[in-house]
C-alpha cells in the first residue's frame, strides 16, 4: 500500500493551492485519509481528515479556508486551500488508515509535499 501525494508548491498570501493523494495497492479498505502538515520547528498537525465515521475534522487555523474532499473511485483525496496565509506554510502529510488482506490494518504515511506561502 502507497499514498502517492502530489500539488504543492509556491504560492503568494491570498492564494490557492489544491494537493491530491492516491492510495494504490492491495487495499481493502480506507477507513480514515486526511492531512498532516509540519512546519520548522513544530510538531505535525492535523489538518484535515475523513475519519472513520464519514464525517470531516479541521483544525481551527483552516476552518472556512481550506476543504477536503475525496473520490472513493480512486481511493483519493483532495485539500483545496484557498486565502492561503504564510503561516500555512509546511510540509504537508497525507495519511490513512488502511486495511488491506496482506498487511491487516495499518496506518500509513505519504512522501510529503512542500507548501510555502510568501510574496
Known amino acids: 500500500v502507497q499514498l502517492q501525494a502530489s500539488g504543492g508548491g509556491l504560492v503568494q498570501p491570498g492564494g490557492s493551492l489544491r494537493l491530491s493523494c492516491a492510495a494504490s495497492g492491495n487495499i481493502y479498505s480506507i477507513n480514515t485519509m486526511g492531512w498532516y502538515r509540519q512546519a520548522p520547528g513544530k510538531q505535525r498537525e492535523l489538518v484535515a481528515a475523513?475519519?472513520?465515521?464519514?464525517?470531516?475534522n479541521y483544525a481551527d487555523s483552516v476552518k472556512g479556508r481550506f476543504t477536503i474532499s475525496r473520490d472513493n473511485a480512486k481511493n483519493t483525496v483532495y485539500l483545496q486551500m484557498n486565502v492561503l496565509k504564510p503561516e500555512d506554510t509546511a510540509v504537508y502529510y497525507c495519511?490513512?488508515?488502511?486495511?488491506?488482506?496482506?498487511?491487516?490494518?495499518?496506518?500509513?504515511w505519504g512522501q510529503g509535499t512542500q507548501v510555502t506561502v510568501s510574496s
Open positions: 495519511n490513512a488508515e488502511i486495511a488491506s488482506i496482506a498487511y491487516g490494518t495499518r496506518r500509513y
Open positions: 475523513f475519519t472513520g465515521g464519514g464525517g470531516t
